[in-house]
Structure formats: structure tokens, C-alpha cells
């Protein structure tokens, strides 16, 4: 485990992979597999009551931390945080793109099909499943819940994943499309009236959180944050949700997601299993996007490029920019960015709507 701790600092730090959330999540590793170091205690939180007062008495430093992910506080707060830096603009402006981000949840659900023919049962298939979204906060939001022994593996290939989206993407996004295709270019959006952007975090927190409550946590925080950012009037919590706020909890999250990856939970061969499943998720994901891409261009007759369907996950902006760069490869006069960030956006909405859905369906 230490030496697993080592490759993974290292992809933060030499290879740049999510370095962010990778690096916490590897030192955290490395700190819960010290020898009779006795930072964490995963007996502690086994079952379904939390004895809080025997942690506060028997638990290490990473013990206390992660009552934050077990309780579910950090990934609704890194929503928030996540909300602050989002601009909804685009997907305002051509609501179409939100059946793009619908469109990209197709992974999700085909391996959790896929997983439970593999022998998960529909907790842990459904935890693996969220992979798909490309959202970790999401991810663990889920794990922690439904399948808490396999969160390290899944963070750790749900974050790997989301920092290969520049990699993996692009094969997938060529091998569905025409070079007509990628070379269409697209109208420019409509502009988007400020009060368009304060009524939509309202009305869409309303309206997910009637339909499917579970998916309120993560939602409504996501659109609170955006609230601040749009409405003009609390600029200091803005500024303090997409900086101080988000940096804090991704350092708590990381490292107590990754103190959970011990050798008899991690060195397992199911979590080689979650890695394939979850490289399976992402790219069926892609692909799902793409596809109702090509769909929509059709319909439209050539209007739009099926490119931006491939931002459809929820690795923003990382994969809105992957869909400009393999567009403009094509076409130097193509600028797929702000098309892109319609579908992106919507992918944050419909993993938290996956999520949901599971929790739902499968939470005790």
C-alpha cells in the first residue's frame, strides 16, 4: 500500500494527473497504512449507528476528519464550491444541451448493469456505476452510503479517470464522428439576461429536489453556489465558496478518502475489476453523449456539432476543452468552448440526478 501510495503521488505531482485531489487522496493512503501510526479506524465506523462519542474518545486525527464523509458534509460543500465557479450561461441558452448531459449518463447505468453481472451486488454496482458521471465529489457522495469498503478504489478511479478525460475522450469522439461532423460550426448563443441566471439555481433546485429528494443535498448546494455567484449582492461569500471554503474541504475530503484504502479493503482483485469497470462507465459515457450528438445534428440538419455531446460529463471545464481542441483540429475556424459548457454543466446536474436515483432505490 505505501508503494501504491508512492505511483500515486507520484501521477499528482510528476504527471499532473488531478493533482488537486489525487495528492491528498495518495498521502492520505499513505498515511492510514503507517505502521501503528493510528491515525484512522475503520472498525469505528462500521454499522449502521455512528458511536460519535467513541470516535471523539478512541479516534486518531483522519478518524475525526472523516465523520465529514461519512455524515455526507464534504461533497455537498464542494458542490457549493463547484456552484460558485459555474457559469450556467451557455446551458441557459440552448436548454437542448441539458439532453446531451442526460445523453452522457449512459455509462452510469450500463455498468451497473455490468457490474452486477460481475458478481457486485446493486449497492456496489451502483457505487462503481457513478464513475461514469465523472464527478467525484458525486462519487463518494454515493460510495460512502451505499458500498463505504470500496470508497479509496472508486475515488482513486473516478479522479484518475476525470484527469485522463483529454486522453480517453478524444479516440472515442473521432471513432463515432464524420470529419464533416467535427468541422460544423455552430451559431453563436444567445445572451443570457442576469435575471435568467437568478431564477434558473432557484427554480432547478425546486424542481429536482420535488421530484427526487435524495438529490437535494448535492443540487441545492451546487445551486446555492451559483446563486452567489449571479445574484451581485454577497460577493465576499462567493469569493470565499469558490476559494477558501472549497480548498479546505478538498484537502479534508482527499485525505480521509484516501486513509480508507487499507491493504485488506483495497489489494483486493475486485478493485482491479472497479478500475476496468470504471474505465467502461467513462468511455460509455462519452460515447452516449456523442451518439444523441450526431442525433441532433441530424434532426437540426448540420446545426449542431456532435462534438460538444462528448462534454456531457461532468468534468468541468476539462471536457468542454477537449471538445473545442478535437473541433478545432479539424476546422481552425471552429469555437466549440461556450457550446460545450451547455452540456458540461448539465452533466454536473444529471450525475447528481444519478446519484439520486440510487440512493433512492438502494440506500438503507
Given amino acids: ?14 504527471k499532473k494527473f488531478e493533482p488537486l485531489l489525487l ?12 505502521p501503528n501510526a493510528g491515525l484512522i479506524h475503520m472498525e469505528l465506523f462500521q454499522g449502521k449507528q455512528l458511536d460519535i462519542q ?39 441558452a440552448n436548454p437542448k444541451s441539458l439532453l446531451l448531459g442526460a445523453a452522457a ?19 456496489e454496482a451502483s457505487s462503481i ?24 478504489a472508486i475515488a482513486v478511479a473516478a479522479y484518475s479517470y476525470m484527469a485522463l478525460v483529454p486522453i480517453i475522450q478524444p479516440p472515442i469522439m473521432k471513432a463515432l464522428t ?5 468541422m460544423i460550426v455552430m451559431e453563436q448563443l444567445r445572451p443570457v439576461s442576469k435575471i435568467e441566471k437568478i431564477v434558473f439555481p432557484i427554480v432547478v433546485t425546486v424542481v429536482v429536489s420535488l421530484i427526487l429528494p435524495d438529490a437535494a443535498a448535492l443540487v441545492g448546494m451546487l445551486m446555492l453556489g451559483n446563486l452567489f455567484k449571479e445574484c451581485g449582492v454577497v460577493d465576499r461569500l462567493n469569493k470565499t465558496a469558490q476559494n477558501e471554503l472549497i480548498n479546505i474541504i478538498t484537502i ?47 434532426v437540426t440538419g448540420g446545426k449542431v ?52 436515483v440510487f440512493l433512492a432505490l438502494y440506500a438503507k
Fill in 105 to 123: 449518463q449512459l455509462g452510469i447505468f450500463t455498468t451497473f448493469i455490468g457490474a452486477i453481472l460481475l458478481g457486485f451486488n446493486v449497492a
Fill in 129 to 152: 456505476g457513478i464513475i461514469g458521471g465523472a464527478d467525484g465529489p458525486t462519487a463518494i457522495f454515493v460510495t460512502k452510503t451505499l458500498a463505504p469498503h470500496l470508497l479509496g
Fill in 178 to 182: 464524420t470529419k464533416k461532423e467535427r
Fill in 54 to 92: 467513541r470516535i471523539a474518545n478512541e479516534g486518531g486525527l483522519l478518524d475525526l476528519l472523516y465523520l465529514g464523509v461519512k455524515l455526507g458534509i464534504y461533497p455537498p460543500l464542494i458542490f457549493l464550491g463547484v456552484g460558485a465557479m459555474t457559469d450556467f450561461g451557455p446551458l441557459i
Fill in 252 to 298: 479534508f475530503l482527499g485525505t480521509t478518502v484516501g486513509a480508507t484504502a487499507n491493504a485488506e479493503t483495497f489489494l483486493k482483485p475486485q478493485t482491479l475489476g472497479i478500475i476496468v469497470l470504471g474505465l467502461l462507465a467513462f468511455s460509455m459515457s462519452t460515447a452516449g453523449g456523442v451518439i444523441l450528438g450526431k442525433i441532433m445534428c441530424k
Fill in 305 to 356: 456539432n456532435p462534438l460538444i455531446g462528448s462534454a456531457g460529463v461532468s468534468a468541468v471545464p476539462m471536457a468542454a476543452r477537449v471538445s473545442q481542441v478535437v473541433g478545432q483540429k479539424e476546422n481552425p475556424a471552429n469555437f466549440l468552448l461556450m457550446h460545450a459548457m451547455g452540456p458540461n454543466v448539465a452533466g454536473v446536474i444529471g450525475s447528481a440526478v444519478a446519484a439520486g
Fill in 1 to 14: 500500500m505505501l508503494c501504491i501510495s508512492g505511483i500515486l503521488i507520484y501521477l499528482a505531482i510528476g
Fill in 23 to 34: 495528492l491528498p487522496i495518495a498521502f492520505g493512503m499513505l498515511l492510514a497504512n503507517l
